[in-house]
């Protein structure tokens, strides 16, 4: 009798094991929501290592990449992008939706563009633009991937990014700067008279 019951005690444990994971995931992500990006981050930390046991079973495995996708995303929104930067290079193996797949070969490639790891910054602007970049981040996309372009010398692509940052809306980084980085990408392309007309623009619009 307790060999035949065994089994669904193992089942119960999980399940409940399962149902505090998923409880304790959604009262860190109510803090993320309530504002708190600090205490937010500081609780899915403590998710992982209350429930690590179970996040390393092909149960929890679902969970565990969503806690972790958080975690770099709400490192990344507070600025800290070199602690984000091992969860992203982690989370670029996960089976995700495409749309955050995409966001996490962005967030990675401005990580890798702001360490000056120019080669490895295109490699993941490359990746998001083969899923597709969401409109959301469309502005900042082109921005920092024609950057990095600029930086890697390819100013004829450099150049086509920063026209299509322009085209892509008001968000992202503010439109001075994206004339600004025409202008200079022009001069490097011998294109002095336009470099000029950019930089008036850019003159015009800076705060």
Not at 1 to 30: W, Y
Not at 115 to 144: D, K
Request: charge should be negative; proline fraction near 3%.
């Amino acid at each position: 009798m307790r060999n035949c019951q065994s089994p669904r005690r193992g089942v119960s444990r999980k399940a409940h094991t399962q149902a505090l994971a998923e409880i304790d995931f959604f009262c860190a992500l109510s803090l993320l929501e309530q504002h708190k990006g600090d205490e937010g981050i500081q609780s899915l930390s403590a998710v992982l290592i209350q429930h690590r046991a179970w996040f390393n079973t092909p149960e929890g495995r679902d969970l565990y990449e969503l806690l972790q996708v958080q975690r770099a995303f709400s490192l990344i929104h507070l600025e800290r992008k070199e602690e984000a930067r091992p969860l992203l290079e982690e989370a670029v193996a996960f089976q995700l939706d495409i749309e955050v797949r995409s966001d996490v070969h962005c967030h990675l490639g401005r990580c890798y563009h702001e360490l000056s790891l120019h080669t490895l910054a295109r490699e993941q602007f490359e990746r998001a633009n083969a899923v597709g970049v969401s409109e959301e981040w469309q502005p900042a996309f082109h921005y920092y991937y024609g950057y990095t372009l600029y930086d890697l010398r390819e100013f004829q692509l450099a150049k086509r990014e920063f026209i299509l940052c322009l085209q892509s809306g008001a968000s992202g980084p503010e439109e001075w700067m994206r004339y600004a980085m025409l202008a200079a990408t022009s001069r490097k392309l011998g294109e002095h008279s336009e470099a000029r007309a950019y930089d008036e623009k850019a003159t015009s619009l800076k705060p």
